[in-house]
Structures are given as C-alpha cells and as structure tokens.
T-cell receptor
C-alpha cells in the first residue's frame, strides 16, 4: 500500500534556529514528490516538486532534497512567518492522485 | 479570480440530509481533484477528473459520494444521506493537465454534520 510518513508531528524552533523535516515514502512507481505549506483555515500552497533521487530545490529559507526513500525539507534561519503545517505528498504511479502525509506543524518564535 | 474557488466556505447540515459542494477551477485547467481533510490529518484523495470524465474515483468512500464535471470546468461533489463521520474540510484542486504538475488548491469547504 502506498504510504507517506512525516516526522516530527510538531516542531518548535526559535527564530534563526535551523532544522529539517523528514518525509519517508513507499509509493510504487513514484512520479513526483511534492511539498506544500498549509496555513490554518486555508488550502495547501505549493512549494516544490522533486522527480529523482539527488535532486534539490530551494526557495528563500527552504531547501528540499530527495533520496530513493526519503525527502527532507531544510529550513535555514527560520522566521515567525515560516510557522505553518508542511505537507509532503507522493504522486501515485497512475498519475491520478497525491498521497499525503499527516504533516509537520512548525512553530517559530521570536 | 486567478485561483481555485469553492462554495460554500462553510456548510452545516443535519444527519441524513443531502449536500452539494461546488468547485471552480483555474480557467484552462483540464485536471480537477477532490480531497477530504480531517482535523490533524493530511488531505485524502477522493476523485480525479480529466476533462469531463472521472478518470479515477477509487478514493470515494462509498456510494453516498458522487461527483460530476459536466462541461469540463466547474465540478460538484454530492453527498447523500450525510453522516457525522462525513464532517471534514473538502478541498478541490486543479492542474493544467495530467501528470505530475503542481496542483493548485482552493480554500476548502468545511462540512459539519450534526
């Protein structure tokens, strides 16, 4: 069964304290690995797509990396506005659905 | 508007009633998806449309759930004989076409079944 697992469930950081979020996946024939950000009461907002092991993408303080079994979202020198839930998802082999993890809720305090 | 819109934003209904949730995708997007998100969980896939046809409805939990997209743009998710367990946020997403494209999500409809 296709599955995506994220850890930790919650993460509290001080402003400027860098860390990483983990996403492990078992998705047969993975077509793409997606990262989304979700703020309370809103729909997920796209961050990155990674397609092959070794690929990396960056956007401001965020960098996403992909291996054959995991993806990491690295947050460098976070700010309070980075507080949100970060969702990881794998696209199924048929290309018809995203399979989401439960998310990591990040809180950054100043 | 440039984004995916969903109406209503909130819906409260009684157990056993019928509800319809509407999704307006981004203009020109041929792929449309419905997901359901319960509190503390990630979105759970329900159904995928490519154009007017449901290309994958394997996520619909039972035959009380049905979705249509008659003209290949607006979609309606229909739930018959609602149950308290149907309470969740229902999210709609669209993308330009099939394949691992970015899915653009709407703000969701929060359904509460009393």
């Amino acid at each position: 069964e296709d599955q995506v697992t994220q850890s930790p469930e919650a993460l509290r950081l001080q402003e400027g304290e860098s860390s990483s979020l983990n996403c492990s996946y078992t998705v047969s024939g993975l077509r793409g690995l997606f990262w989304y950000r979700q703020d309370p009461g809103k729909g997920p907002e796209f961050l990155f797509t990674l397609y092959s092991a070794g690929e990396e993408k960056e956007k401001e303080r965020l960098k996403a990396t992909l291996t054959k079994k995991e993806s990491f979202l690295h947050i460098t020198a976070p700010k309070p506005e980075d507080s949100a839930t970060y969702l990881c998802a794998g696209e199924n082999q048929a290309g018809t659905a995203l399979i989401f993890g439960k998310g990591t809720t990040l809180s950054v305090s100043s | 508007g440039a984004g995916v819109s969903q109406t209503p934003s909130n819906k409260v209904t009684e157990k056993g009633k019928y509800v319809e949730l509407r999704c307006d995708p981004i203009s020109g997007h041929t792929a449309l998806y419905w997901y359901r998100q319960s509190l503390g969980q990630g979105p759970e896939f329900l159904i995928y449309f490519q154009g007017t046809g449901a290309a994958d409805d394997s996520g619909l939990p039972n035959d009380r759930f049905f979705a249509v997209r008659p003209e290949g743009s607006v979609s309606t998710l229909k739930i018959q004989r609602t149950e308290r367990g149907d309470s969740a946020v229902y999210l709609c997403a669209s993308s330009p076409g099939p394949g691992p494209d970015e899915q653009f999500f709407g703000p969701g409809t929060r359904l509460t079944v009393l």
